[in-house]
Nanobody, 127 residues
Framework: QVQLVESGGGLVQAGGSLRLSCAASGRTFSWYAMGWFRQAPGKEREFVASISWSGGSTYYADSVKGRFTISRDNAKNTVYLQMNSLKPEDTANYYC????????????????????WGQGTQVTVSS
């Protein structure tokens, strides 16, 4: 079992930045690829970014590519999402997730392959 707790959300003006953190406990964090997803009111949860267990591979949704950066610190059992040049359409509840398959090569963008989820942190971008 992996427990995940997100933090760092808040209210920011368009063009601003936020850094989300996701602290993990439980099973060995460094075995798992990690992902960030988001869900806006009335919309389905969608992929934002993912990172392999080693941190060597990262993947991004087209909508955030060039603006968001995912990273991890396995010594601190933490994964981060640096969000720059934020837009009102980035407003959503952001969720951290751990892959259900330890040691997976790469990092999946598919929601159903993530078994462990945090409670989410709200990001609101005002225009």
């Amino acid at each position: 079992q992996v427990q995940l707790v997100e933090s760092g959300g808040g209210l920011v003006q368009a063009g601003g930045s936020l850094r989300l953190s996701c602290a993990a406990s439980g099973r060995t964090f460094s075995w798992y690829a990690m992902g960030w997803f988001r869900q806006a009111p009335g919309k389905e949860r969608e992929f934002v970014a993912s990172i392999s267990w080693s941190g060597g591979s990262t993947y991004y949704a087209d909508s955030v590519k060039g603006r968001f950066t995912i990273s991890r610190d396995n010594a601190k059992n933490t994964v981060y999402l640096q969000m720059n040049s934020l837009k009102p359409e980035d407003t959503a509840n952001y969720y951290c997730a751990a892959d259900g398959q330890p040691g997976r090569r790469g990092a999946s963008p598919y929601l159903h392959e993530y078994n462990y989820w945090g409670q989410g942190t709200q990001v609101t971008v005002s225009s």
